[in-house]
């Protein structure tokens, strides 16, 4: 086969999609070759940027470093901006190479539309990219701080008024969380939470138009009821510094303008030669093929293809990943000599998230609203992460948005949060540790030993002089009560007996007088014979000690305590765990909340092991890429 060459432009939604699609197809083939150009050495979640924007999440929760999401696979990743595309030479020219294509997919998205009004460049915060959230935050985090210091009560007011223009997904979901953000922001600067005025200026008479009136209409009930002032039929025609002019002639004093109106064509397409529609958009045909040069591909927001007669594909996530794969699968058939297939967009639905706490709706006709709709929108989000197979980045989103929020922006409120204080963990791992070790060394030294070790400091000797004749490592018969690796005539005795030594105790009768059936079943089959069973048993006494060393020094404390719960519903279910011995399970789940990152090795392993298993599987983060 004759080598082909295939370069991608963009790493948004489409791009990625396309990449490992085309990476999978082609994974063993050497003929294939498929580079990824971007400007950036990561992929934005471009969906969550009002979360950063707003101080819900960290910067990095919605930041994908591309070495991540390509490592092993045949992906060569480039960071640099494309200055010409030559469709006579098939080559991408950048600022600092060039790269020669047998087939070319253009997925750079888009970019924000401020219809030529006067005053937005120079003014107002666009919402588009990674770098504009956080250049917003930024700047809201300053002009509040700065206002608190203001005497002048016009000029406080007007800092303190936070606009956003347009009442689309990106204008709704940024106000949303700019109400619950302004609360932290009134505390950390010392001043009202009343003070601080939230504007959405629209210029259609309703807002929301993508979704049915029922559903906007709840999310306007929502903001209202939110103290949001909605202006409506109030197009902006001037923007300033510290204020815009609405087309009435009203002024509106402000000095934070988010501009969210719009959006069109990446502007850097303008030089490809390539026909344009509306906004800028490039045509395509249903293979989402340029209708002007055979083998470039068009995807994601760039992308201008009727799938009706005047309805174009919609900008937004499931079209571009959907155009994606659909360019993928084309080049993969013309490769392949194979029949090429056309585009079906197959759309869900519409989610608006209003805040961490509230959201609107519509999937497949089904309305929703509240709090499960911002549930489905972390189900579809977390579903988003298998589409790009990066088991590392769903559990890093789940991280960032269930376990790393502050102030209850997250649909669980603070009852998630990992922020809070684990240093009062240490004494119940101290306990939770203990009552291993003792299980443990009593079954170890035998429970005549262990029993006066434990009664009287001077009796410790007695450990030195060797094991006792009840340890179970001297035992050849099953100590635990399998009925089947017993006689009749002694199955209840050693029943009782295997109760005793599992507790170490006699202070409490077990939970369960007798095993249940199905885990019978499970135990016969997993130690079939007394050997097997003798084996196991001795093998228990050093996880136990084990379990224990690990939760009091704090090493591995997750895993020990999953082995510790683990362990006890084990003892429960075999008839061996008693009613005094039962505080060690939910003990344990306690303890499974990074606790032994107080006083604990995990504080200096874990970090440790996170650093070095990442940089062996990913490869090492970088700024830019050049792969060859």
Request: net charge negative.
């Amino acid at each position: 086969m004759v080598n082909k060459n295939i370069v991608i432009i963009g790493a948004g939604y489409a791009g990625v999609h396309a990449a490992k699609k085309l990476a999978r197809k082609f994974k063993k083939d050497d003929s294939v070759s498929i580079t990824l150009i971007d400007r950036h050495s990561y992929h934005t979640m471009m969906t969550e940027l009002h979360e950063v924007a707003a101080h819900r999440v960290e910067p990095d929760a919605i930041q994908f470093d591309l070495r991540r999401l390509f490592k092993r696979t045949k992906v060569n990743l480039v960071t640099d901006n494309v200055t010409h595309v030559d469709h006579d030479t098939k080559t991408v020219k950048t600022e600092h190479g060039e790269y020669d294509y047998d087939y070319l997919i253009l997925g750079m998205g888009g970019e924000p539309n401020d219809f030529g009004t006067p005053g937005v460049k120079e003014h107002a915060f666009t919402l588009w990219s990674w770098e504009d959230a956080v250049k917003l935050r930024e700047h809201i985090e300053k002009t509040v701080a700065k206002a608190a210091t203001v005497r002048d009560d016009k000029k406080r007011r007007a800092m303190l008024t936070f606009t956003v223009c347009g009442s689309g997904f990106t204008g709704i979901e940024l106000v949303g969380e700019l109400v619950e953000w302004k609360e932290r922001l009134a505390k950390n600067n010392k001043i009202d939470a009343d003070e601080i005025t939230l504007y959405v200026v629209e210029s259609a008479p309703t807002i929301l138009n993508m979704l049915e009136r029922r559903d906007a209409d709840k999310a306007e009930a929502y903001l209202n009821k939110k103290g949001v002032k909605i202006l409506k039929e109030s197009p902006i025609v001037e923007v300033h510094e510290n204020e815009v002019v609405l087309k009435n002639g009203e002024k509106l004093p402000t000095y934070t303008l988010a501009w969210t109106a719009g959006v069109q064509a990446n502007s850097d397409t303008k030089d490809y030669g390539m026909e344009q529609a509306r906004t800028g958009r490039l045509k395509v045909n249903e293979y989402m093929e340029s209708e002007q040069y055979k083998d470039v591909y068009v995807v994601g927001d760039l992308t201008y293809f009727e799938e009706e007669p005047g309805k174009p594909t919609p900008q937004i996530v499931e079209a571009a990943e959907q155009t994606g794969v659909t360019a993928a699968k084309n080049i993969i058939a013309d490769i392949k000599d194979e029949e090429k297939v056309s585009y079906d967009g197959k759309y869900h639905g519409i989610m608006v998230s209003i805040g961490a706490r509230y959201g609107v709706a519509n999937l497949m006709g089904m309305h929703l609203s509240g709090w499960f709709s911002n549930f489905v929108k972390h189900m579809v989000n977390l579903y988003y992460f298998f589409g790009i197979y990066s088991g590392y980045y769903m559990v890093r989103y789940v991280q960032h948005e269930f376990f790393h929020t502050k102030d209850k922006r997250n649909i669980f409120r603070n009852f998630f949060s990992r922020y809070g204080n684990v240093l009062w963990s240490l004494p119940l791992r101290i306990f939770v540790g203990g009552f291993w070790i003792n299980e443990g060394a009593a079954k170890l030294w035998g429970e005549e030993i262990w029993g006066q070790v434990t009664s009287s400091f001077k009796d410790i000797p007695l450990l030195f002089r060797g094991i006792g004749e009840d340890s179970w490592l001297l035992s050849t018969t099953s100590k635990m009560p399998f009925s089947w690796l017993q006689d009749a005539t002694s199955a209840a005795t050693d029943a009782t007996s295997g109760a005793t030594d599992a507790a170490a105790t006699e202070w409490a009768e077990p939970i369960l007088s007798e095993m249940p059936g199905w885990f019978a079943w499970i135990m016969e089959i997993m130690m079939p014979t007394t050997e097997v069973a003798v084996f196991m048993q001795k093998i228990v006494v050093f996880i136990e000690i084990g379990i224990g060393l690990a939760i009091i020094f704090g090493l591995f404390t997750w895993l020990a305590n999953a082995a510790s719960v683990g362990f006890l519903a084990m003892f429960t279910l075999s008839a061996m765990l008693g009613w005094d011995q039962v505080w060690a399970l939910p003990g344990s789940i306690a303890l499974m909340n990074g606790s032994g990152r107080t006083f604990g090795l995990d504080y200096w392993v874990i970090p440790f092991i996170q650093k070095k298993l990442s940089r062996f599987w990913y490869g090492k983060e970088q700024s830019l890429y050049q792969d060859k």
